[in-house]
């Protein structure tokens, strides 16, 4: 079984930058896969930000974030990374890191229903 453990939360001031970290643990039996970087913020619906396939590298990010986050990998510590720049208070968000083993589902067309293993998540206060 896989688990997900996500750091690297915290407060910044609009304009910041902060770095997520995605920790994986456990037997992965895949050497493709997808994982993503899922944010909820209070009384709304949990969004995608951005989506990598492990292997392929390819990466796909809501509009919202494109041009500000990166999503990246890094295999050999098995560490899924979220850069974001130009923090607005409106990314304040609990950020998920979500994995998905088995699902053929485009990287485009990936929601939330296509993820299986998830994390607890980690705050993000972005202050104006």
């Known amino acids: 079984q896989v688990h997900l453990v996500e750091s690297g939360g915290g407060s910044v001031q609009a304009g910041g930058s902060l770095r997520l970290s995605c920790a994986a643990s456990g037997y992965i039996i895949r050497s493709k896969y997808y994982m993503a970087w899922f944010r909820q913020a209070p009384g709304k619906e949990r969004e995608g930000v951005a989506v990598i396939h492990i292997g392929f590298g390819t990466t796909y990010y809501a509009d919202s974030v494109k041009g500000r986050f990166t999503i990246s990998q890094d295999n050999a510590k098995r560490t899924l990374s979220l850069e974001m720049n130009s923090l607005k208070p409106e990314d304040s968000a609990m950020y998920y890191c979500?994995?998905?083993?088995?699902?053929?589902?485009?990287?485009?067309?990936?929601?939330?229903?296509?993820?299986?293993?998830w994390g607890q998540g980690t705050q993000v206060t972005v202050s104006s």
């Open positions: 979500a994995a998905d083993f088995f699902r053929t589902t485009p990287i485009q067309a990936r929601s939330e229903a296509d993820f299986s293993v």
